[in-house]
């Protein structure tokens, strides 16, 4: 199995940033490929970003391409997502995924973290 515990959430202003975390336990991290996630109110989860095994590749949503970045420390366990300028449609609940599967873009996602509400004000 996978743990995965999501950190770094908050309130931000229209226009300021935060930076994500997820720590992974209970299996080799570098197996993994990792992903964001997010929900907000009413809507369906839907795919924020997605990075592989090393980091040697990404794919983001249209939504955030060019304002957020996704990025691994397999040392550390830990996948990050660096959101900048943020808007008020980026508030919802993050989550963090893993998939033991290769490819990123057709990754099954396995395992989910419990979430961190990300919330901007206008």
């Known amino acids: 199995q996978v743990q995965l515990v999501e950190s770094g959430g908050g309130l931000v202003q229209a226009g300021g940033s935060l930076r994500l975390s997820c720590a992974a336990s209970?299996?080799?991290?570098?197996?993994?490929?990792m992903g964001w996630f997010r929900q907000a109110p009413g809507k369906e989860r839907e795919f924020v970003a997605a990075?592989?095994?090393?980091?040697?590749?990404?794919n983001y949503a249209e939504s955030v391409k060019g304002r957020f970045t996704i990025s691994r420390g397999n040392a550390k366990n830990t996948v990050y997502l660096q959101m900048n300028s943020l808007k008020p449609e980026d508030t919802a609940v993050y989550y963090c995924?893993?998939?033991?599967?290769?490819?990123?873009?057709?990754?099954?996602?396995?395992?989910w973290g419990q979430g961190t509400q990300v919330t901007v004000s206008s």
């Open positions: 995924a893993a998939s033991s599967d290769i490819t990123i873009t057709a990754a099954r996602w396995g395992y």
């Open positions: 209970g299996r080799t991290f570098s197996t993994l490929v």
């Open positions: 990075i592989s095994r090393n980091g040697g590749n990404t």
